[in-house]
């Protein structure tokens, strides 16, 4: 499956972004999705991940309250709303698709090429 995430950009701090990623191939539904962060100077980081169906979801701590992640599967696509954003949050934030999900980035197949957000303070 190949993965395109789009969406990012600069945002004030306090501010809004979503992010999607669409993948393609039909077999999209059979995927755990995961969103990963990479922050300047830091190591990929988890964010949020999501089962099949959408009926179960889990969060990193830093961003659990601020982050919803959700997926139409009718659409082949996966989205990360961000709220309450933070300079923190700054990264170049990836999607991932994998059979066992979880928050390992080893737990994830396929990746895309990533999405730059940036939060000015």
């Known amino acids: 499956v190949q993965l395109q995430a789009s969406g990012g950009g600069l945002v004030q701090a306090g501010g809004s972004l979503r992010v999607s990623c669409t993948a393609s191939?039909?077999?999209?539904?059979?995927?755990?999705m995961g969103w990963f962060r990479r922050a300047p100077g830091k190591e990929r980081e988890f964010v949020a991940a999501?089962?099949?169906?959408?009926?179960?979801?889990d969060y990193a701590d830093s961003v659990k309250g601020r982050f919803t992640i959700s997926r139409d599967n009718a659409k082949n696509t996966v989205y990360l709303q961000m709220n309450s954003l933070r300079p923190e949050d700054t990264a170049v934030y990836y999607c991932a698709a994998g059979y066992g999900g979880g928050t390992s980035q080893y737990e994830y197949d396929y990746w895309g090429q990533g999405t730059l957000v940036t939060v000015s303070s």
């Open positions: 999501i089962s099949r169906r959408g009926g179960i979801t």
């Open positions: 191939g039909r077999t999209f539904s059979t995927y755990y």
